[in-house]
């Protein structure tokens, strides 16, 4: 069965700093992976989507990483700012076992970021 | 304006009652999803369905159902054999059905938060 951990659980940094979020999952067999935010007491919002045939994706500061073999992403955010506060939770789609075609959740990283 | 709306934001049970979660979305899209989502854990899959008039369970169906008669529609009912419901319920969907459908962005609703009187 896919398990999908994240480190650390929470993370405290001071603005302007570069961070990196970590994700592994077990099973290598997925579709692709995708890096969601959360909003206190709100809804998921997508950040990234990265294809498994894909090494990585960028959007303004964002920066995620796929290594699939290894069963690792990394998701890097550049000159961190307190809007970026939040849960970052990442999530595989299954391509194989009883989870196929099912999103498997990390249970996040609760970012930080202080003036 | 295109999304996804849940009603109501905050919904109380009492013991033995069974309670109703609205999802509606305008996004044209197939495929549905009911997640719970517990302090310090991930989302976890309740049920979904794929096309109208079809549905399947997830990983913790047990206490739950739902229904599918519209393609805008998928409502969660949270029956008095769910012993711990107090969670966090977000409902998803996605543009396509089937396995190209699952590849795609999910797209979430803002949630529901369920307490136990």
């Known amino acids: 069965k896919q398990e999908v951990t994240q480190i650390p659980a929470a993370l405290s940094v001071p603005e302007g700093e570069n961070l990196v979020l970590n994700c592994s999952f077990t099973?290598?067999?997925?579709?692709?992976l995708q890096w969601f935010r959360q909003d206190p007491g709100k809804g998921l919002t997508s950040l990234l989507l990265?294809?498994?045939?894909?090494r990585e994706q960028t959007s303004g500061r964002l920066n995620a990483s796929l290594d699939k073999s290894s069963g690792r992403s990394t998701l890097y955010i550049a000159a961190s700012q307190p809007g970026d506060s939040a849960t970052y939770l990442c999530?595989?789609?299954?391509?194989?076992?009883?989870?196929?075609?099912?999103?498997?959740f990390g249970q996040g990283t609760i970012l930080t970021v202080h003036p | 304006d295109g999304g996804i709306t849940q009603s109501p934001k905050y919904l109380f049970r009492k013991e033995g009652q069974n309670v109703t979660l609205s999802c509606e979305q305008n996004?044209?899209?197939?495929?549905m999803y009911w997640y719970r989502q517990d302090p310090g854990q991930g989302l976890r899959l309740i049920y979904y369905?794929?096309?109208?008039?079809?549905?399947q369970k997830g990983d913790i169906a047990e206490g739950y159902s739902v229904s599918r008669e519209k393609k805008e529609s998928f409502p969660l009912t949270v029956t008095s054999a769910q012993k711990n419901p107090t969670a966090f319920y977000l409902c998803?969907?996605?543009?396509?059905?089937?396995?190209?459908?699952?590849?795609?962005?999910?797209?979430f609703g803002p949630g529901t938060r369920l307490l136990v009187l």
């Open positions: 996004l044209n899209h197939d495929a």
């Open positions: 999530a595989v789609l299954n391509a194989g076992g009883t989870s196929y075609g099912k999103l498997t």
């Open positions: 369905s794929q096309i109208v008039n079809d549905f």
């Open positions: 099973d290598s067999a997925i579709y692709n």
């Open positions: 998803a969907s996605s543009k396509g059905a089937g396995l190209a459908g699952g590849r795609e962005t999910q797209y």
């Open positions: 990265i294809q498994s045939s894909q």
